[in-house]
């Protein structure tokens, strides 16, 4: 098949690749230097409306609503946008052998592309009960969330079983977010977890038992300290029960799991340094490999904040990684430098009527000030996380765009407390006064 040759070539077509483009248009990019490579059959979205609005039953999202780079208030790119800029969207196109040495990428039906710069911006894929060989798992009904088809899937399985049942794997964000449109659907919804309580890579036990309450008064019954271990089917083949390690059965007439993703560096193995699961790069997302660079989920990075190496699986850092990268390769090329990353850890979630924002690092003592009973309408609290006398994250549900905005200022400057109860009692104020 013919060889195709870019100047910089972007493997993967999901957030990073699409804020990566808009950056290589900013920057200046001559028509035909670069390709974005996506096994996707669209252009890149905001892959987070996928667990949110999408599934709405009323005035859902729909493409080409969120395109990139709408999620971060910027302009909406459409495939039209990148052919205006002579950028070469290759779509439904799976790279299955990376070269670094020879600069070569090739695809599941053969083509081979070249490239002088690559930008790995392949993300993260789902973990699969299947991949634990759970009895039943390849059962019809069973769904994972990672990509529109996956998605629209879903929709279908929710227009055929209205007011049906529906039971959630995990307790994390997919969890928590699909938990809540299951039941705006009018799904009867269980959600089943083996934490102890909902988001423990995030949340504290005080801040869980909010949600969780929460979710129980909108109807949604949590089951925790268990998992999934098998599912039995009717003679469609679809999902009918679900069955638990503690001996409960649940009936179901649609399963989705969320249990986590791993980032998709298998291409790249044995070419490129690797660190904490992800592919090793400086403050500049530059790879062990000349030329090669990484970006969003599959980057390990300098967080210079905290001054250790971290893998960040988060729409904020896709977005900024890659406008990053972008911005050294092109300051590489004129003989300039460029600031190092210098990163704050963000991470937010939206579901129901409620919505919450985090910044910085949850390690360290925690102080809890606000209302956080379930009960409350319009409940408004928050956590600070402190660490050797300073604080170095902090919490908020309900705040205004400006309450957000001044916890994320208390993150970035880890101001001193003096005592926990005072921190305490003052709650929101002391972020506002920093």
């Known amino acids: 098949m013919a ?87 290759i779509l439904s196109t799976e790279i299955v052998k990376a070269d670094l040495a020879a600069n070569t990428l090739v695809s599941a039906a053969g083509e081979t592309f070249k490239y002088q710069i690559l930008i790995i911006a392949t993300g993260s894929t789902v973990i699969r009960l299947t991949d634990f060989g759970v009895q039943g798992a390849d059962a019809k009904n069973i769904f994972y969330l990672r990509e529109i088809d996956d998605a629209d899937k879903l929709i279908e399985a929710i227009k055929a079983k209205k007011n049906g049942k529906a039971v959630i794997v995990g307790g994390g964000y997919i969890g928590l977010e699909l938990g809540a449109v299951m039941k705006i659907n009018n799904l009867d919804v269980n959600m089943v977890y083996p934490e102890p309580w909902c988001m423990p890579r995030l949340f504290t036990s005080d801040i869980a038992a909010f949600y969780e309450g929460y979710y129980a008064n909108k109807g949604i019954k949590i089951i925790k300290g268990t998992v999934a271990v098998g599912f039995t089917t009717d003679s469609n083949g679809e999902v009918k029960e679900v069955q638990l390690k503690d001996g409960r059965v649940l009936e179901a007439d649609i399963v989705v799991v969320g249990v986590g993703g791993r980032p ?41 904040l905290y001054n250790e190496m971290r893998r960040v699986e988060h729409v904020d850092h896709a977005r900024k990684s890659a406008e990053q990268a972008v911005k050294a390769i092109k300051a590489s090329e004129e003989g300039k430098s460029v600031g190092e990353y210098d990163y704050l850890p963000y991470f937010y979630s939206r579901s129901f009527d409620l919505s919450w924002q985090f ?4 390690v360290g003592d925690t102080v809890l000030f606000g209302d956080n009973n379930p009960e409350t309408p319009k409940a408004k609290f928050g956590s600070y996380w402190i660490k050797d006398g300073k604080v170095v994250g902090a919490f908020l549900e309900g705040g205004s765009a ?30 506002s006064k920093i």
């Open 3 to 89: 060889e195709k040759s870019f100047k910089y070539v972007i493997v993967g077509g999901g957030v990073a690749a699409g804020y990566a483009a808009r950056e290589f248009a900013k920057q200046g990019v001559q028509p035909g230097e670069l390709a974005i490579i996506s096994k996707e059959a669209v252009a890149p979205y905001e892959r987070p409306a996928l667990s949110k609005a999408y599934l709405f039953p009323e005035s859902p999202a729909r493409l080409p609503g969120f395109h990139v780079c709408v999620g971060s208030g910027g302009e909406r790119l459409l495939p039209e946008w990148y052919k205006e800029k002579g950028i070469e969207l």
């Open 402 to 431: 400006e309450e957000n905005q001044a916890i994320a200022k208390v993150a970035r400057l880890q101001p001193a407390v003096e005592s926990s109860e005072a921190l305490k009692s003052e709650g929101l104020s002391f972020a």
């Open 359 to 362: 910044y910085g690092d949850n």
């Open 264 to 304: 998709l560096t298998s291409l790249f193995k044995g070419q490129v340094e690797e660190e904490k699961g992800g592919i090793k790069t400086d403050a500049f997302f530059k790879t062990s490999v000349p030329n090669v660079y990484a970006v969003g989920d599959v980057a390990t990075f300098p967080l210079k």
